[in-house]
């Protein structure tokens, strides 16, 4: 059984960082894409990040392009999201979420499993 499940949201200023996680089990980094999506209030849920072998590293957003960075440890089969600068538009919940194929797709129709979601807000 695959699980997701996402951490490390929480409340921080304009201009601060935080590192979101996403711990799996049960899920092969090597055969299957991964990314972040996110949610803000009376908003679409959006594609922000994905990651797929061999080494994709995809930033969706335009306005985090130079802000967000996605990684993972295979060691410990953990997903990451580090976000700087952040900014009042990037305030939402975060998901992460798989494919049970490799590539990555900016479609939420395209993942199969989704994490509970983790709160990020930036205050002005």
């Known amino acids: 059984e695959v699980q997701l499940q996402a951490s490390g949201g929480g409340l921080v200023q304009i201009g601060g960082s935080l590192r979101l996680s996403c711990a799996t089990s049960g899920f092969a980094f090597a055969d299957n894409a991964i990314a972040w999506f996110r949610q803000a209030p009376g908003k679409e849920r959006e594609a922000v990040a994905c990651?797929?072998?061999?080494?994709?590293?995809?930033i969706y957003a335009d306005s985090a392009k130079d802000r967000f960075t996605i990684s993972t440890d295979s060691a410990t089969h953990t997903l990451y999201l580090q976000m700087d600068k952040l900014e009042p538009e990037d305030t939402a919940v975060y998901f992460c979420?798989?494919?049970?194929?490799?590539?990555?797709?900016?479609?939420?129709?395209?993942?199969?499993?989704w994490g509970q979601g983790t709160q990020v807000t930036v205050s002005s």
């Open positions: 979420a798989g494919r049970s194929y490799v590539g990555c797709s900016k479609s939420i129709q395209m993942y199969d499993y």
């Open positions: 990651f797929s072998r061999p080494e994709i590293r995809l």
